[in-house]
């Protein structure tokens, strides 16, 4: 039986996402202070439960800095120098479409979202997503959800319990972090 460190019900869910526009309920943005919190790892491991679960999964990664679809001198590169506004490469195995600007936060979510149950970004602390903060405090001292409080922040996961005000997750707690996404996204059950 699965315990938890607090009552998970859907309207407990919706506690932590009333102000949160509901279009982007599917989505979920983990966010920490810096690196090496923990992100990819519980991203990771969220997705191979998800899919255990039979869900359709997106992963984004919110970069800094601008990235190409392939290195100096190949094909994709050289379309991108001459201009092209989006550049698809695919095989049997794939598709990556690189567009060389930012992206509005509703393309983002359209392109990403579309066929998907949940999307899960890693970073993107500025956008307008719901946010469960990494917390490591073996780096850190303080949360970000404590230092710059919102309504966005719905959970912090951190090795340590904390009492902050929303739901506290372990690092290990995995399936109860799957069970709060597809609560919080309006998901049936899929056990």
Same mark, same amino acid.
């Given at each position: 039986m699965l315990i938890l460190p607090f009552p998970l019900t859907l309207q407990s869910v919706a506690n932590y996402t009333n102000n949160v526009d509901t279009a982007y309920r599917n989505v979920i943005?983990?966010? *920490?202070?810096?690196?090496?919190?923990?992100?990819?790892?519980?991203?990771? /491991?969220?997705?191979?439960?998800? #899919?255990?679960?039979?869900?359709? !999964? *997106? *992963? !984004? #990664? /919110? *970069?800094? /800095?601008? /990235?190409? !679809?392939?290195?100096?001198?190949?094909?994709?590169?050289?379309?991108a120098a001459r201009g092209a506004d989006r550049i698809i490469l695919f095989s049997p195995d794939g598709l990556l479409m690189y567009e060389p600007k930012h992206p509005e936060n509703d393309y983002l979510y359209t392109v990403a979202s579309q066929d998907m149950d949940i999307v899960l970004i890693e970073g993107f602390k500025a956008g307008p997503f719901r946010k469960i903060e990494v917390f490591n405090e073996e780096i850190y001292t303080t949360p970000l959800c404590v230092e710059q409080p919102g309504p966005d922040y719905i959970a912090i996961i951190s090795r340590e319990t904390m009492d902050i005000g929303i739901p506290h997750f372990r690092f290990e707690d995995i399936d109860a972090i799957a069970t709060f996404i597809e609560e919080g996204a309006g998901l049936k059950m899929n056990r």
């Open positions: 943005s983990f966010v *920490a202070r810096g690196t090496n919190s923990g992100k990819t790892y519980l991203l990771e /491991h969220l997705i191979t439960e998800l #899919k255990r679960r039979g869900r359709k !999964v *997106a *992963a !984004v #990664k /919110h *970069a800094m /800095h601008q /990235h190409s !679809v392939d290195p100096q001198g190949k094909d994709t590169f050289k379309f």
